[in-house]
C-alpha cells in the first residue's frame, strides 16, 4: 500500500536522492531550477509516497513564482521511483496536491509533455515565457479558478517571501 503524506525536512535528501534517480545528471542546470535558487518550496504542497515498507517511491515539489505579475505555482520536479512508474502514482502525487493547492492559489505552471499532463486540465501558455533555453511548446498552465490566465503574460520569475499568493 501506498501513503501520500506532506514533506518534512527529514525526506529531503531521500528525495534529494529519488530525483536524482529519476533524472539526468545535471539536472539543475534546467531553467526552472534558476527559479527556485534562494526560494523556499511551498511546504504544504510539498508530498511523498512512500511504500508499506516505508520507502520513499514518489515526490512532488511546489515553487511559488510570478507569471508577469500574477502569481503562479511552479509545479516540480515531480518523481516516481522506477519500480513504481505505470501504477498511476504520479497522477496520484498532481491530484492530490493540486486539491490540496485549490482555494488558495490561482493557477499552477510547469514545464511538461502536454500528451501526459493534459489529462489533468494543463493547456499550453502562449503569452508566457520561461528562462531560455525552456522550448515553449512545454510551458503548460492549469487554472486553479476559472479565467485565473486571462490575460496573464510575460517572463515566469521567483516569486520571494514575503509577497502574497
Sequence with gaps: MITLARETPD?????????????APGREALSSYRLREGTA???????????????LVGAIRYWPVRAGTAPALLLGPIAVHPTHQGE???????????????GRWDR??????????????????????????????????????????DGVRGAVRPHRPGASA
Design 108 to 149: 499552477v505552471l510547469l514545464v511538461g509533455d502536454k500528451a501526459y499532463y493534459g489529462r489533468f486540465g494543463f493547456f499550453r501558455l502562449d503569452a508566457v515565457t520561461m528562462p531560455p533555453p525552456t522550448n515553449p511548446e512545454r510551458v503548460l498552465g492549469l487554472a486553479l479558478r476559472p479565467g485565473a490566465w
Design 41 to 55: 518550496p511551498v511546504a504544504e504542497l510539498c508530498l511523498v509516497a512512500r511504500d508499506g515498507a516505508g520507502a
Design 88 to 102: 498511476g502514482l504520479g497522477a496520484s502525487l498532481i491530484c492530490d496536491s493540486l486539491a490540496r493547492a485549490a
Design 11 to 23: 525526506d529531503w535528501w531521500e528525495v534529494e536522492t529519488l530525483y536524482d534517480l529519476c533524472f
